[in-house]
């Protein structure tokens, strides 16, 4: 269906690579600015020269800019995908092969774009805000055409070849939407000029948020390259924005941020998931951010069944299967979440994500879905939906979604969370003695403990330490303890897991040592005759089900990656920021079960501990943060604070 690259997909693209293979992420970004115009306008689609020219409609030849490209652009996003690729890579020469291309294509839409220089940047055509056929734009759609004489002669549509008609915009809107084209090919496609000459020129308030939070990545990509002034200037560019879209396109009546029409003066008074972009550029002040909030909790407007829909459930032009008029679409829950974090909602956040998550796994990558039963409708094999699998990146990886685990130092090397939790190199051996654990009722430990003594005398050949079977004992052991362990008993029973396996594993001739203090988990090393030692966890299973244990996880990974950052040779606030919004959804999140397990006084205080460690080392990197992110730095330490006089 879409065989070229497109600008905003290419980016959602970058964005989800950079969880995947990090160098082809970058790449995607700078495949993408190869199609840059000496201007610095980017396209929004780049042709490739290897697809038939009929398979595609409108071509290159149909566009006539005397490039294989389009001549207008979409949503500014590619400095926020560039920040995310040097998030996970630090890899600044990319920043300084992208940074002087993303610098033009900024300049390109300021001059462009917002000749006033009042902050709101005008789109010239629908396409460009990236959700062509919106409600948004039907007004203006039916005014230019009753403007024409002549209708436009609009190039033969393939797009409904794979696509049902119903789920596709209109031929009116194909006619506006050339008709424009037409506008700009008698400018010669003058970047000016098209503004001026254009019947539609919008500040659409999901592209302006977009906007502002690309001009606030673009400061930190230049900090970090030591542009100092540069980002000085991005950051006071981001906060115009910020405020043009607070005054001006809140509808004080409707309770909702409004794109507006740049022609008239007057506000689009139609409700579109874009409306909630400012959350994402933290362009909404208190009272705005809880009505966003609410429009979202509502299930007459904005809480679809299986997501948020593209256009509000009460507006009369809902469609819930045609394209940008009512289905939902991952890359903009994936917008929303984010912004929902950036505001501190977590909960909703969280619950949000997870719905995505869900949808998915359920119906697979479709280009949009039904928000009502979810049914995935446009192109299938879509890869922007993958966004859905990065909202929330701390769920647990493959290795720790089996009942008992036995790895490796390789696994441990290739898994941050298996380094967090077994690489300490504070975690000390200790015996651990039945009558001290206080996870288990003593009768469950004796259970247990009898289970083990009385299974190891029934077996005549118990010395075959071989490495093979350690996994098949480990599951045979995590099996034996889960029948014994009462029904009501809480998941966190490590120290019993530690003591059973190390009666057990040396009873069958392993050299066994556990390892339970000082770490977040208590875990067994355990040498076979090769002396290769294996790090044996009989309880993974159940701590990700334990929200005590996720919690001491989640501190304990953001402190090990402060600490690394740090103290390497360019520590990097902006390689943080993500892993420190992350951190407060999946912790918030965990608040609400902890709470509900009411955590004995050991507990409590290994809690409140870790709190304390964490908040010692945030506050070491407060003193490295970008000027344009001490405030969510100081924010987090002020979540932190709270979090820590909650736990007493």
Not at 189 to 217: C, I, T
Not at 487 to 503: N, Q, W
Request: hydrophobic share 40%.
């Amino acid at each position: 269906q879409y065989p070229h690259q497109w600008l905003w997909d290419s980016c959602f693209h970058a964005i989800i690579l950079a969880h995947l293979k990090p160098e082809n992420a970058a790449r995607e970004i700078e495949s993408l600015l190869e199609s840059q115009w000496e201007d610095g306008r980017v396209p929004h689609i780049a042709f490739s020269s290897t697809v038939p020219m009929d398979r595609y409609r409108p071509n290159k030849s149909d566009w006539e800019t005397g490039r294989d490209s389009s001549g207008i652009t979409q949503p500014p996003i590619i400095a926020t995908a560039a920040k995310t690729v040097f998030q996970k890579t630090g890899d600044l020469e990319f920043l300084r092969r992208v940074y002087p291309k993303i610098v033009a294509f900024h300049h390109w839409l300021r001059e462009t774009r917002d000749p006033r220089d009042t902050g709101l940047v005008g789109i010239v055509h629908p396409w460009e805000s990236g959700m062509d056929n919106s409600p948004l734009w039907d007004g203006l759609r039916d005014a230019y055409l009753k403007t024409l004489k002549a209708e436009p002669v609009i190039p033969p549509r393939v797009d409904t070849r794979t696509i049902p008609t119903a789920q596709r915009p209109t031929d009116d809107d194909y006619r506006h939407y050339w008709g424009l084209i037409e506008v700009f090919q008698k400018v010669d496609w003058d970047g000016k000029k098209m503004a001026e000459e254009s019947p539609f020129f919008v500040a659409d308030v999901l592209f302006n948020s977009l906007w502002a939070k690309a001009n606030e990545d673009l400061a930190q990509i230049a900090w970090c390259l030591n542009e100092k002034g540069d980002s000085s200037e991005y950051r006071f560019q981001t906060n115009k924005t910020r405020r043009a879209i607070s005054d001006r396109l809140w509808s004080a009546k409707d309770k909702f941020f409004l794109s507006l029409d740049l022609k008239t003066g007057l506000a689009i008074e139609v409700k579109t998931v874009g409306g909630f972009a400012p959350l994402y550029a933290q362009a909404a002040s208190g009272p705005m951010i809880e009505a966003m909030v609410d429009h979202l909790r509502d299930p007459r407007e904005f809480r679809g069944e299986s997501g948020i829909p593209s256009v509000s459930l009460s507006d009369p032009s809902f469609d819930p299967e045609c394209y940008w008029r009512g289905p939902v679409w991952i890359n903009l829950q994936w917008m929303v979440v984010q912004g929902l974090i950036r505001n501190e909602k977590f909960d909703l956040a969280a619950y949000l994500s997870a719905r995505s998550r869900a949808l998915v796994e359920d119906q697979g990558y479709w280009e949009y879905y039904d928000p009502f039963n979810g049914k995935g409708l446009g192109a299938p094999h879509f890869s922007w939906s993958t966004l859905a699998d990065v909202m929330n990146p701390l769920l647990p990886s493959s290795i720790f979604k089996a009942g008992s685990l036995v790895v490796g130092e390789e696994e441990i090397i290739a898994e941050e969370d298996a380094r967090v939790l077994y690489s300490n190199p504070e975690a000390k051996t200790e015996p651990i003695k039945a009558d001290r654990i206080s996870c288990s009722s003593a009768y469950v430990v004796k259970r247990v403990m009898d289970r083990v003594g009385s299974d190891l005398k029934s077996r005549t050949n118990r010395r075959h330490p071989r490495a093979d079977r350690l996994v098949k004992a480990a599951a045979y052991l995590k099996g034996l303890i889960e029948s014994q362990r009462s029904v009501e008993g809480t998941p966190r029973y490590g120290d019993l897991a530690c003591l059973a396996g190390e009666a057990y594993l040396s009873g069958l001739g392993y050299q066994v040592k556990i390892k339970s203090r000082s770490v977040v988990q208590p875990y067994l090393v355990v040498t076979d005759e090769s002396g290769e030692e294996r790090i044996i966890d009989l309880c993974s299973g159940a701590f990700w089900e334990d929200p005590y244990s996720q919690t001491l996880l989640h501190f304990a990974r953001m402190s090990r990656r402060i600490q690394d950052e740090i103290s390497g040779d360019s520590p990097s606030w902006m390689r943080l920021e993500e892993g420190f919004m992350d951190t407060q959804v999946a912790v918030d999140r965990c608040m609400s079960g902890i709470l509900r397990a009411r955590l004995s006084r050991v507990e409590a205080e290994k809690l409140n501990s870790a709190m304390v460690s964490h908040g010692k080392v945030v506050e070491q990197v407060l003193r490295l943060a970008l000027p344009s992110s001490a405030g969510f730095l100081k924010n987090y330490s002020t979540w932190l604070s709270g979090l820590e006089k909650a736990s007493l």
